[in-house]
């Protein structure tokens, strides 16, 4: 197979990925929030009379959607067409192609051709994603301006402050992992995490840099302007916020953009500190299982295993997003910046010189 052939599919195995994720999600959402408020949540439809105990997941994944993009697409008076067009796409293209160089799985060999099991085989892949990441903030910004309505524009404003404030601390952190591992390829960081430390405890980033992982897990969430980060679109003040004068696809697609985020979030925690597509005492072909003599293992069966520990790994921490999106109230707008100036970006920064000076110790004695 050609090379190119590799790559397309590979990039698109990741959009596909990252798309329906994200639908899952919702109905992750809906029936999470159901249970822990004691609901029952969405379970009527049905298609044609099939599945009528579908736990909601006709309309999640079919009745809605259809639903949204059907709608009338209203554009209100006095606002700029073009750009009012523009603005969910651009909220929603940085998070999907952002996931371009997170790694879900090692290296494997197709024809003889080696291929990384990533869409794109970047050395930079880290800082990569920190550009990407920094351009959502032109669709929610452009969403306000362009909806002429001034509640929408008081969430774009409050969105771009937000999201550049806790850019700042997740630098900072970002920067710690970069000095942790030596490099800025994600590949390599998650294959430093391979071994074992103390000869029974996975090599995880979240032993070395714990701090460093909340930070850029609660940045992440910041980022992704979800409870008890979202007063871009507090509905109680602002309505909906930045999208309020947006209806059916244009809605849907800043929806999927909030979602796509959550995968992304999970998928980079994931990926810098708990082992990526890592398997506890899993070598390139053999179980080490402390105390017990080596078991063989197939490379396509270690393979499998490898994109399967990534993908818990990614749920389980989507999971963990929505389970605080619905049990920690919202923060007051100045909490939420006295968190990010006062609290975060000092302690990042800390962490940054602790980290930088124990390393330094550290190449002195050697």
Request: glycine share 8%; charged share 10%.
């Amino acid at each position: 197979m050609a090379m190119w052939a590799i790559d397309l599919v590979k990039c698109l195995l990741v959009i596909v990925m990252v798309l329906q994720t994200s639908a899952f999600l919702l109905w992750i959402e809906r029936k999470g929030s159901a249970l822990i408020q004691n609901r029952v949540g969405a379970n009527r439809a049905s298609i044609f009379g099939v599945l009528p105990i579908n736990l909601g997941l006709v309309n999640t994944l079919v009745a809605d959607p259809v639903k949204m993009f059907t709608k009338e697409d209203f554009v209100p008076a006095g606002a700029d067409k073009l750009v009012h067009a523009l603005a969910p796409f651009l909220a929603l293209f940085p998070a999907i192609i952002t996931f371009a160089a997170i790694p879900f799985g090692d290296t494997i060999h197709i024809g003889g051709q080696a291929v990384e099991l990533r869409a794109v085989d970047l050395d930079v892949g880290l800082l990569y994603i920190v550009a990407m990441v920094s351009m959502g903030v032109y669709g929610v910004v452009l969403a306000g301006w362009a909806s002429n309505n001034r509640w929408a524009l008081l969430g774009s404003i409050r969105g771009s402050a937000q999201m550049i404030s806790y850019e700042i601390a997740l630098g900072l952190a970002l920067i710690s992992m970069v000095l942790t591992y030596g490099t800025l390829d994600l590949q390599q960081m998650v294959r430093a995490q391979g071994g074992l430390l103390l000869g029974f405890l996975p090599k995880w980033g979240i032993l070395y840099q714990p701090i460093a992982f909340f930070i850029v897990f609660a940045a992440g969430m910041a980022e992704s302007k979800r409870v008890p980060f979202d007063l871009p679109e507090a509905e109680s003040e602002l309505i909906a916020g930045y999208f309020t004068e947006y209806s059916g696809g244009k809605q849907a697609a800043f929806m999927l953009a909030d979602f796509a985020e959550v995968v992304l979030v999970a998928g980079f925690v994931t990926t810098l500190f708990f082992g990526g597509w890592q398997v506890p005492y899993l070598a390139s072909d053999a179980w080490h299982i402390p105390g017990l003599a080596p078991i063989a293992v197939s490379s396509w069966l270690v393979t499998l295993l490898q994109v399967g520990a990534f993908a818990f790994k990614v749920i389980f921490f989507c999971w963990l997003q929505i389970l605080v999106r619905w049990t920690v109230p919202r923060f007051r707008y100045d909490q939420l910046m006295n968190l990010g100036w006062k609290g975060m970006i000092p302690v990042a920064f800390v962490n940054l010189v602790v980290t930088a000076s124990i390393l330094m110790l550290a190449e002195a004695v050697a």
